[in-house]
């Protein structure tokens, strides 16, 4: 891991603290998230403390330190969603999966996002899995869709 | 085919750097191609902006190539950007050789044979037309009307999303032949940075990110402050839920922010620039990225830019999903590697921003002004909006609305213009009820609003902000106290941390309006404490205002003080009879089942949680309202509608 971090960051022809975020997210692109061991790599090669590191990327939600599922759901709430009743889907896809937001299922084939806007409101609500969109979904549709995915 | 002579050097040559008007044969002929006055073999256009591909623009675009190549049609396939009707995606459009371009609406990829055959053989498909571009050169079709006189454009006043929609976000070209960059190379042959910001200054120009502050004082401060090196950003963190106005520009017509940044950057005194996009729009940053490099190519970029001595860099950073980093000192801090949390100001950005250099942050839709004012003179720029609040502005318009999309109209246009003229009245004939302006910082709008025009000084006067564009109209179904609720949440999360006043009272807010949308529970939240709560509320937002340090928490307490200063009776009804009139609050919901229907067939009480749901099999069942938790699922899983709201 530790040679390919460094392959990340001399591609990323710079090391100095304002790098840090782009080779983060550069990281977590190869790795999915960001592993423990990438922490304190990454705190080596740019000589910033591993808490700072820490500090910085648990503080930006794009950065996750738990791998997603296989399948990831990303739920639109923003507030055209948030008006098509998203929060009820999101309800049962809690309930569906029994894991919340930010976490992943223990088989790790599911895991589930929150997202603020989409930017596509006329078809609110929106979800999408992986790269495939759902829209205008209602709360009945949810396990029809989870199934499709189950059983591939 | 013969291959054109034409390169973009040659139009660069030609129509950014010529002083002599003269324009050759072969050049104006090459431009009406360009600008696609008159085309040689059929073009269809899809739609592919973001919410185009949500809608299934990129399996349609693969239903007219597999078309095209089964019936060996030669053809033109071009991707636009988004003209702002996301409502009707995915759009195509085609324009046949000699014929006006007409445009098509929800074209699903089972629709492309038909569509295609009819259209290729000079017959429209009626049931799916939206209209037709007036262009004098075409013949146009029968009996379509003018996308021009479509009751959505006729209302709007399109500057900055002129050629969204239009032109291939792809082609630097095509940008050039619309007279794009014209502006940059004329003033970079004959006008000094003053020169630029006196302009700037003059048109009255104010940053559309919310703010309203006159962008050409802000490059004024820069260019004047000390030191050699100076940046400019662009904030193109667009986070506000349900907006997407840069985001639109950006994958319609790149190169107008790149000239935009071009002429701010000439006029602040700066040759570095940052463009700090949202992480999620990856569109938009592909089509950034090619324009920056076709730009650079061409010479419209980097060093030495038009053989002017004036040089600059645009770089691109995706931003890492935090709301705040929108607050222009937040932005920076994130920019330099830390963690988005805001500068107490002053020393202000422009003074000390980016690496304690000075540093202007201007919002995408700012810069995008910028060209057509350059090139119309200040005056012209003042002929649309108000006095104070010259231009246009940019909305994006969602929520309970007939036509959900993007539109631009000059400042001091109304809401009722904009709901009932554009988006064409309210979902299902509904009741409008409330308009939410400027996001979730901004303030709801109510009916007695529906005529103020909108302009920075009118909506000050009435409490809101303008914010920058996001426009969400709810209608009578809605429970206004949930959605104070939804944007409280929201801002609680959004909020970094830094000061307490923003990070506790958020998380206060969300308190008090949890408690009185929950069941109450034996002993707890009674009646008197709930309602002391909501008397607080006022005092909370009164101090979250006044001593928060950034923007965000100045505007947190805005949503929920206008709902409650407009819905009071929802939220009395909320606390003291428990009752959501508009059933969304879900703690506060009750079912009874109807006798009449129930046929007792027992699915309810068994997936019922809280065992509230009793009765022999085959004889109606009742709900034990004290048992009842308000979950529904009653009401979901009864194949026979007898669990009813009450």
């Known amino acids: ?152 | 085919m013969m291959m054109s002579t034409i390169t973009t050097d040659t139009l660069i040559e030609e129509l950014l750097l010529n002083t002599t008007l003269e324009i050759s044969a072969d050049l104006q002929n090459h431009l009406r191609k360009l600008k696609r006055i008159s085309v040689s073999k059929p073009v269809i256009f899809v739609g592919s902006g973001t919410c185009g591909h949500i809608s299934g623009a990129q399996e349609t675009l693969q239903a007219i190539s597999h078309y095209l190549e089964e019936n060996k049609v030669d053809a033109e396939v071009v991707e636009t950007g988004c003209i702002g009707m996301c409502w009707a995606e995915p759009l195509v459009d085609i324009q046949l050789p000699g014929r006006s371009r007409i445009s098509y609406q929800k074209v699903t990829p089972d629709l492309v044979t038909t569509l295609l055959d009819a259209t290729l053989n000079f017959n429209c498909d009626q049931k799916h037309i939206l209209g037709q571009y007036k262009n004098d050169a075409t013949e146009p079709w029968e009996n379509i009307p003018h996308m021009e006189d479509l009751l959505y454009f006729k209302n709007q006043h399109r500057r900055i999303l002129q050629h969204c929609g239009k032109i291939n976000p792809y082609n630097l070209e095509e940008y050039i032949a619309h007279g794009g960059f014209k502006a940059l190379a004329s003033t970079l042959l004959s006008n000094t940075p003053a020169q630029v910001r006196d302009t700037v200054i003059k048109s009255g120009l104010r940053g559309r990110g919310g703010g309203g502050y006159l962008s050409g004082k802000k490059w004024e401060a820069a260019a004047l402050a000390a030191g050699e090196q100076k940046y400019l950003i662009c904030n193109a963190d667009e986070s506000d839920p349900g907006a997407f106005m840069d985001r639109a520009i950006i994958e319609g017509n790149p190169h107008l922010l790149i000239e935009g940044m071009a002429l701010a950057a000439y006029a602040a005194g700066t040759t570095k620039s940052y463009i700090y996009l949202r992480s999620s729009y990856e569109l938009a940053c592909e089509r950034i990225l090619k324009a920056i490099n076709d730009c650079k190519e061409a010479g419209l970029l980097g060093h030495n830019i038009l053989n002017s001595g004036f040089n600059l860099n645009i770089t691109i950073r995706t931003g890492a999903g935090a709301f705040v980093c929108g607050e222009e000192t937040a932005l920076i801090n994130s920019l330099e590697g830390k963690r988005g949390i805001p500068r107490p100001r002053p020393p202000y950005p422009t003074q000390q921003g980016l690496f304690n250099k000075p540093t202007v942050v201007n919002n995408v839709e700012t810069l995008a002004n910028v060209p057509g004012i350059i090139a119309g003179g200040a005056q012209k720029y003042k002929q649309a909006g108000t006095e104070k609040s010259p231009g246009t502005k940019v909305f994006a318009i969602t929520g309970k609305l007939e036509k959900s999309g993007l539109i631009e109209v000059p400042m001091g246009t109304t809401l009722r213009e904009i709901i009932f003229d554009i988006a064409g009245g309210i979902k299902k004939g509904k009741a409008f009820k409330a308009a939410q302006i400027g996001g979730p910082s901004g303030s709801c709008l109510v009916s007695e609003h529906l005529d103020t025009p909108i302009e920075y000084e009118s909506l000050e006067a009435i409490d809101a902000i303008m914010g920058s564009g996001g426009l969400v109209v709810v209608d009578e179904d809605t429970c206004m106290v949930d959605l104070a609720k939804f944007f409280i949440d929201f801002l609680q999360n959004a909020s970094c941390g830094k000061c307490i006043p923003c990070r506790e009272g958020t998380h206060r807010m969300l308190e008090i309006l949890e408690g009185i949308t929950r069941r109450p529970e034996e002993g707890n939240h009674k009646t008197l404490d709930r309602f002391k709560g909501v008397m607080q509320l006022e005092e909370l937002g009164r101090v979250i205002s006044e001593t928060s340090l950034c923007g965000l928490g100045k505007t947190a307490p805005k949503p929920l003080l206008s709902t409650l200063k407009y819905f009071s009776e929802e939220f009395e009804e909320h606390i003291y009879e428990r009752k959501c009139r508009s059933n969304i609050c879900r703690g506060l919901r009750t079912y009874t089942i109807d006798t009449e229907a129930c046929t007792g067939c027992t699915l309810c009480a068994a997936k019922c949680p809280e065992n509230a749901i009793i009765g022999a099999p085959k004889h109606p069942h009742f709900i034990v309202e004290d048992k009842c938790n308000g979950c529904g699922i009653c009401y979901e899983v009864c194949k026979f509608d007898a669990v009813l709201l009450k």
């Open chain 1, 1 to 152: 891991m530790e040679e390919k971090i460094q392959q990340i960051i001399s591609s990323h022809k710079g090391t100095k603290r304002e790098d840090l975020i782009p080779v983060l997210q550069k990281v977590q692109e190869e790795y999915n998230h960001l592993p423990e061991e990438a922490i304190y790599t990454i705190s080596n090669q740019l000589g910033i403390p591993a808490s700072k590191v820490y500090s910085i990327a648990s503080f930006y939600n794009l950065f996750r330190f738990q791998r997603t599922g296989k399948y990831h759901i990303c739920l639109c709430r923003g507030t055209a969603c948030h008006l098509s009743k998203s929060a009820e889907l999101l309800r049962k896809l809690k309930k569906e999966l029994k894991i919340e937001p930010g976490q992943a299922t223990p088989g790790g084939l599911f895991s589930i996002e929150t997202v603020p806007c989409m930017g596509a409101c006329h078809l609110s609500p929106i979800l999408r899995v992986n790269k495939v969109y759902y829209t205008k979904v209602e709360t009945s549709r949810v396990k029809t869709i989870l199934n499709t995915y189950r059983n591939k």
